[in-house]
Structures are given as C-alpha cells and as structure tokens.
C-alpha cells in the first residue's frame, strides 16, 4: 500500500483537494467531489493538465497541479452560475406569453463550449424540458444538449443531422457543432421535432419510491446494506424511500461540486 502511494502521488493530491477518503470511496463522491475536477481543465483550457496529475510520480508536481485543478473547477463554478442566470432569463422571458416551449434553446456570450452541457442540464432539471445550450463562436455554434426521460434527444439531432458539421451523443445527452449561418433553421427544426415528440406527453417531474420506510429502520445498518448495491448510475439507480407524517425541523443546501 505505500508503494502505490508513492507512485500515484497525483491521485493523493486530488483526494485531499476533494475532501475525499479512499477508504470511504462511493459512486456520490467520485461523480461529485472527484470527476468535476479532473474534467475542470478540459472544460477550461486543456485536459493536459489532468493527465499530467495522474501520471506523474512528483509529489511537488502532484500539489501544484491538484491546486491548479481546484483553482480551474472554482472559476467554472462560477461562469456556470453567471451564464445559468443568463439563460434562466433566455427562458423565462420567452415563455412569459406563451408557456414552456418543448425544447429550451439558450444561447449567450458567457455560455462557453466547455460550461454549454453544464448549463443545458441545470436548465432540463430546473424546467423538466430538453434543453440546448449553445455557444456562438466567429464561424460555429457549438451545442450541448442535455433532456429528460419523454425525449430521445439524440434521435431528435440526428433528424437534423444535414445540418451539422459533426454531432454525436446519446438518448440523454448529446453535442453538436454547426455553421453559424445555420443557427436560424436548426432551431426552427428542433422546436418542430420536439414539439411533435412530446406532444401526448405530460410534462411533469415524477419521483420514484422504491419503498415506505418507518423512521425506526432508517438506523446504522441502512447505510451499509445500501453501500452493497453500490456503484449506482443510470442502469442501477440509488434507491428511493418515502416516510410518512415525519415533521421537517430543519433545512439547508450543503456542498459544492
């Protein structure tokens, strides 16, 4: 064991930066805690610099990366908030007359290609509607969508796939990037194939109880019988339990990813 820690001391970097135990390593902290940071410089710069983490074997080299790494996932925090209100405006503003259209389409100088799928998710789960975040460059748009469970948005990219220059993604998350000059029909023709997906649908949140559960079994064993169904993900989703008549004393957001 102190071998492999003094050949990974970029992992041990990384792990302490993210408030990370090894020994208490869950799918929640590696999606949350640990993955945001590795992906921070591809999302601001370059994924060099995550590459270099994990391999080097230089302690000093390990800290200052980790620190650049934690300094690069701040920032994007922060451009994400600001072109997420940005966007929430976008919405609320064109769907102040008419309702929700059936796919949200933003787009804004801070939205960049690195934070646009960040920014589509937020907005697809603040609204429950598919949802396509884009950044305009000189020459190309480059767009991230991101939707909801009604809508297969890659199937919905690839009736406009004549459009794109390149595209790709899945049925949950998908990109593209297209000629600028495009713009104008891509939108007309995704809003028409949305519209027509999900017109039979009933476009509200649902959240799925596995189980009813009394206050007194939610005890110490709970929490390791849960960790043996680990790792959650789409295919596997971490459970879901319901308690009734329980009184809410007390409220509050915690974390940051």
Not at 152 to 181: M, N, P, Y
Request: net charge negative.
């Amino acid at each position: 064991a102190a071998l492999a820690q003094t050949q990974r001391p970029g992992l041990q970097a990384l792990y302490r930066r993210a408030g990370v135990q090894e020994d208490s390593f869950t799918t929640e902290t590696v999606a949350f805690q640990v993955v945001p940071r590795l992906n921070a410089p591809g999302r601001m710069g370059h994924a060099l610099d995550s590459y270099q983490l994990l391999t080097t074997k230089s302690s000093a080299q390990a800290e200052a990366l980790a620190e650049k790494l934690e300094n690069l996932n701040r920032e994007r925090r922060t451009l994400t908030e600001e072109a997420l209100v940005s966007a929430q405006e976008q919405v609320r503003s064109r769907s102040a007359s008419g309702g929700l259209p059936a796919v949200l389409l933003v787009s804004s100088p801070g939205i960049t290609r690195g934070i646009a799928g960040l920014v589509a998710g937020r907005l697809a789960e603040a609204f429950h509607r598919p949802a396509v975040a884009m950044a305009v460059e000189e020459e190309y748009v480059v767009g991230s969508g991101r939707s909801i469970p009604e809508l297969d948005i890659f199937e919905v990219f690839a009736g406009c796939q004549d459009l794109f220059v390149r595209f790709g993604g899945h049925s949950r998350a998908a990109g593209f990037t297209l000629a600028k000059e495009k713009l104008p029909l891509l939108e007309e023709r995704l809003t028409l194939a949305a519209e027509k997906a999900l017109e039979s649908q009933e476009l509200r949140p649902a959240l799925d109880i596995d189980a009813e559960v009394g206050l007194a079994e939610l005890n110490e064993d709970l929490p390791k019988w849960l960790s043996t169904l680990e790792p959650f993900g789409p295919a596997n989703p971490q459970p879901v339990f319901l308690t009734l008549r329980a009184q809410v004393l007390e409220a509050r957001c915690v974390g940051n990813t």
